[in-house]
């Protein structure tokens, strides 16, 4: 295929941009990625087909206020107790023992903290299933980007390398906490310079269920 100015692309690469578009409408949308591809192919609108899991709209809290400072010391925090003892499992649903790093960020915030995370209102989220991926937490309202260079990242902010790489929660500047892979875990790593593709550095704006009140739990 050719562009208006003669340039040519390769099916590959005209492939991976059509999925990493219907990846995001799956994130953004809350329809089933399976059955959005299946429709594309099928030349029929996947907007006919009911949500599988629909984003739920967020209350959005005061920038400032006690319930967005205080989840944000509580998501650091919390993610921490887990380094060196969480095991990578991928796709994993964390509470079977093992999940992956868009599986562990799902836990702490949505398990642990008792907040709204994609696709789940405060509270409602268990860990029985593994949760939202990358894609839609970049997607997602209850959270706004605030910078693309890990430097600007606070404790508490949710760092996503996109479209769907990899995904872990800041400590601070430059510094995040992710379920990286089967040998390490949970453990800390610099954001910047990872070679995981773009980055978004994301502020919670949802109020949670109750703000820095963090459930015992283990992974």
Avoid at 108 to 134: E, F, K, Q, R, T
Avoid at 189 to 204: C, D, E, P
Wanted: a negative charge.
């Amino acid at each position: 295929m050719a562009g208006d100015d003669g340039t040519r692309f390769s099916g590959p690469a005209i492939g991976s941009v059509a999925m990493g578009a219907l990846l995001v409408f799956a994130g953004v949308k809350g329809y089933s990625l399976a059955t959005a591809v299946q429709d594309v192919v099928q030349g029929k609108n996947p907007l006919s087909e009911p949500q599988s899991n629909p984003i739920v709209a967020s209350t959005a809290a005061a920038a400032g206020s006690a319930a967005a400072l205080g989840s944000a010391s509580s998501i650091a925090a919390d993610a921490a107790k887990y380094v060196g003892k969480e095991r990578y499992v991928w796709g994993g649903d964390p509470d079977t023992g093992g999940t992956d790093c868009s599986g562990f960020v799902n836990w702490v915030c949505g398990n642990d903290l008792g907040l709204a995370i994609p696709g789940y209102a405060p509270g409602a989220y268990h860990g029985a299933s593994h949760g939202p991926i990358v894609a839609q937490w970049i997607a997602w309202s209850g959270c706004t980007t605030v910078s693309h260079n890990g430097s600007d990242a606070e404790a508490g902010d949710i760092v996503c390398f996109g479209p769907d790489t990899h995904m872990g929660i800041a400590t601070g500047p430059n510094a995040m906490l992710s379920d990286q892979d089967p040998a390490l875990g949970v453990g800390p790593s610099a954001i910047n310079g990872l070679g995981l593709g773009f980055v978004w550095v994301r502020r919670y704006t949802a109020a949670p269920l109750q703000a820095g009140a963090a459930k015992e739990a283990t992974l």
